[in-house]
């Protein structure tokens, strides 16, 4: 991808982050600083000490979409699979695969891993932040445990909306996969995008009486499912 730059490299792939990152970042930093308790750092006077957390909330929660990732790539490469390299969005990221892995349950773990640390690192932090963080005490005694339970907050969301069995969720790997122990590998794709985008077509009926948000959601699961069939079907000659 051209439009990113390389910062790591882990496990042998190359970590590159997109062009995009640098205006998302601080987007999420402010979003962090204007966010009231518990979601965000607004309750706090000093500026210098609000916006800095709110970074390194932002920066954190980037590395925690890389660990979710690299867990992803440490399945593939076990099970024989190659990945030519990770770029990260803030909150997702792609991991180009040179070799897909043959075995649908192999696919399966390696799709579950991914939302399976995340929900992982979600817990540690909240089960952290309820067993040490002092009792009645106020904002700016204790801002770090906030921020754990921000992180840990929004990974446990990462990771079970992930779940969702819908392309380009790792929760339609999973359902593919599923698919793929009864039937061919394009036939199962189909399957699992027809699935996906009925759950997007749902959803966004559902959001016009609830929420903008979820009718954009809906959406990038729709184009998500349809990108991922026409790529499966281009490489096996079908379209
Ligand atoms: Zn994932």
Redesign the pocket.
């Known amino acids: 991808m051209g439009n990113s730059l390389q910062i790591a490299r882990v496990l042998g792939i190359p970590i590159k982050i997109h062009i995009s990152f640098l205006l998302v970042l601080p987007f999420f930093a402010w979003i962090f600083a204007i966010q009231p308790e518990p979601f965000g750092f607004a309750g706090i006077e000093s500026g210098l000490l609000k916006y800095s957390l709110s970074l390194l909330t932002a920066i954190l929660l980037f590395i925690s979409v890389l660990i ?2 690299l867990a ?1 790539s440490y399945f593939a490469l076990r099970y024989g699979g190659s990945i030519n390299e990770i770029t990260l969005y803030l909150i997702g990221g792609v991991s180009a695969m040179g070799k897909e892995l043959s075995d649908p349950s192999s696919e399966a773990k390696m799709a579950f891993v ?2 399976l640390s995340s929900i992982v690192i979600g817990i540690l932090l909240l089960l952290f932040n309820s067993l040490f963080s002092p009792a009645a005490s106020s904002l700016e005694e204790s801002p770090l445990f906030l921020m754990t339970f921000i992180l840990g907050y929004i990974n446990i969301l990462l990771g079970l909306f ?1 779940l969702i069995p819908a392309f380009p969720m ?1 929760g339609g790997r999973i359902l593919r996969a599923f698919f793929a122990q009864r039937m061919g590998f394009v036939e199962a794709t189909e399957k699992a995008a027809s699935i996906g985008k009925i759950f997007a077509f749902v959803m966004g009926i559902i959001g016009l009486f609830i929420s903008f948000w979820l009718i954009l959601i809906a959406f990038f699961i729709y184009m998500g499912a349809s990108g991922e069939e026409q790529q499966v079907k281009s490489r096996y000659g079908k379209l």
């Open positions: 979710h990732e992803h991914g939302p992930n790792d």
